[in-house]
């Protein structure tokens, strides 16, 4: 039987007794991040690191929740496990499970660039490692985050000068925190949705260090917001929220920005190729650095993804799991 199995209910580790990113409800649930599709509600135990903490409060509500470091290591049931940073958002952490000397690292999302927020993704050697692929193609190759940000504040600086308010559509939980300094140098006032707010709320509330922003709310004077700044969830997008805002112009935050019929689909004003995400080489770099001998590939391209590591000698194969893009939607709620 191997150390990890794909069940019903998610990864399972029959000798430790625990599930790592559960779909289902279980006993006990060890988190990579706080992410929706990553962390469900109903498990009776969750194991994360202490700044994923927060976010789950906030998203899955009072249980009961304990918290690790990175590279701090615990034993369940006679299989060590321990945490390791991914660099995806904050708290994202990779799992790795040890067992008779046989080790296996669950990645969750994960990134190379370090992003200042997230920690800098660490190599994990690993005899099976299970990887996302949700930008498995040559196609997805990401920019400099610092290239990306200089273009974001042109673009904002010439919305100003057209008298337009420019908003920006970026997850709540990763990008919203990434892309807020870069704002936050050009005016101090920087205007977020409800669901940014609340994330934003638990975070500084947990210690982190990020500027302040101004939630938008149905009495915030109308004449503030014009030639505003905005952060809001790709869920606000074309919604009774948006259009207080008078004229503006959309900014799309996405890795499949990086594709120009997307931009055109959701028609938007500019679109940054900004992930979270690994891009192609990234993932490639990431699954050599382990010199795993098998390489599970999940989410997104993994058909792709497994077939190239094969053609270049590294055994994989696809698995199909529940994990796929986060879940905003649900947010737009919480104006």
């Not at 190729?273 to 098998?294: M, P």
Request: charged share 20%; with cysteine; glycine share 8%.
């Amino acid at each position: 039987m191997p150390l990890l199995q794909f069940t019903e209910k998610g990864i399972y580790c029959a000798q430790g007794d625990f599930y790592i990113d559960p779909w289902q409800p279980v006993r006990y649930a060890v988190i990579t991040h706080a992410h929706s599709d990553h962390a469900r509600w109903g498990s009776q135990y969750y194991l994360c690191h202490s700044a994923s903490l927060p976010i789950l409060e906030l998203r899955l509500g009072p249980g009961n929740y304990s918290t690790m470091e990175w590279n701090e290591t615990t034993i369940m049931n006679g299989v060590k496990v321990s945490l390791h940073p991914a660099g995806h958002i904050i708290g994202s952490s990779q799992i790795r499970v040890e067992y008779k000397g046989e080790v296996w690292v669950v990645s969750g999302d994960y990134k190379l660039e370090h992003d200042g927020l997230s920690g800098t993704f660490e190599p994990v050697q690993c005899h099976n490692f299970i990887t996302e692929s949700t930008f498995g193609l040559p196609i997805y190759q990401w920019e400099p985050e610092a290239q990306i940000f200089e273009r974001m504040q042109r673009w904002v600086q010439q919305n100003l000068e057209k008298n337009l308010s420019s908003i920006l559509l970026a997850y709540s939980l990763g990008k919203a925190q990434r892309i807020l300094p870069c704002l936050h140098s050009i005016t101090g006032e920087v205007y977020v949705h409800g669901a940014v707010w609340n994330v934003h709320q638990a975070l500084v509330a947990a210690g982190h260090q990020l500027p302040e922003v101004i939630r938008v709310t149905p009495d915030t004077d109308p004449a503030r917001l014009k030639k505003a700044i905005v952060i809001a969830p790709p869920g606000a997008d074309d919604s009774p929220w948006m259009r207080r805002f008078g004229p503006h112009a959309t900014g799309i935050c996405s890795g499949w920005m990086q594709v120009r019929g997307n931009r055109r689909r959701r028609n938007a004003d500019a679109g940054f190729v900004l992930s979270d995400h690994a891009d192609w080489q990234g993932l490639l770099t990431a699954v050599k650095a382990t010199n795993a001998s098998t390489v599970y590939v999940t989410h997104g391209f993994q058909s792709a993804f497994s077939r190239y590591l094969n053609e270049q000698g590294i055994r994989s194969m696809e698995v199909q799991t529940r994990f796929g893009e986060e879940e905003e939607e649900q947010l737009i709620s919480q104006t």
